[in-house]
T-cell receptor, first 116, second 109 residues
């Protein structure tokens, strides 16, 4: 089944404890992206990747890191989480190096993160 | 002012009614996504359109590039259509997406 998976789905952690949220897709998509969703602010893009070893900042990259060492994986790293990073996080992928943001987006199920 | 504005923010209707959700954008792009977020939180893509109109079942999406406006219509609405509908716009020259705030639709039986 074609899908985007995220792990963990739920995470409660404490300020400053490094964490990684994994994202994996099995559709051989070039474009992958991370979003956060907050009440009243909607979805906002954190980072995106056009292909392996190619990443770029979205609108809210502060406090986050990403890497794209393999085409299928795009982990989101919070090196020192803070309470303002409490949010619902979505990973997504889409085909096409020339128009990733212009193609159909396939979303993961979401990760609900709470930072105490 | 947000670059992508949706209206209304909330909409409650009776089963069977014709629904219209609007999206206006100020960024200079030539395409737009409509997404549906289920009450459980999952997000699915409904449409990506760059001109004219697209139809999937009871859902119809239209876009007017010159006026920078898109509409999502639902005919013969059903309680299972209750969800948040989100429009998203690719930023020209980049591979970024900017999202509207979403429209929460509730269809009562």
């Amino acid at each position: 089944e074609a899908q985007v998976t995220q792990n963990p789905r739920y995470l409660i952690t404490v300020t400053g404890k490094k964490l990684t949220v994994t994202c994996s897709q099995n559709m051989n998509h070039e474009y992958m992206s991370w979003y956060r969703q907050d009440p009243g602010l909607g979805l906002r893009q954190i980072y995106y990747s056009m292909n392996v070893e190619v990443t770029d900042k979205g609108d809210v990259p502060e406090g986050y890191k990403v890497s794209r060492k393999e085409k299928r994986n795009f982990p989101l790293i919070l090196e020192s989480p803070s309470p303002n990073q409490t949010s619902l996080y979505f990973c997504a992928s889409s085909p096409g190096t020339s128009g990733g943001a212009w193609n159909e987006q396939f979303f993961g199920p979401g990760t609900r993160l709470t930072v105490l | 002012k947000n670059e992508v504005e949706q209206s209304p923010q909330n909409l409650t209707a009776q089963e069977g009614e014709f629904i219209t959700i609007n999206c206006s954008y100020s960024v200079g792009i030539s395409a737009l996504h409509w997404l549906q977020q289920h009450p459980g939180g999952g997000i699915v893509s409904l449409f990506m359109l760059s001109s004219g109109k697209k139809k999937h079942g009871r859902l119809i999406a239209t876009i007017n590039i010159q006026e920078k406006h898109s509409s999502l219509h639902i005919t013969a609405s059903h309680p299972r259509d209750s969800a948040v509908y989100i429009c998203a716009v690719p930023i020209q020259g980049a591979q970024k997406l900017v999202f509207g705030q979403g429209t929460r639709l509730t269809i009562n039986p």
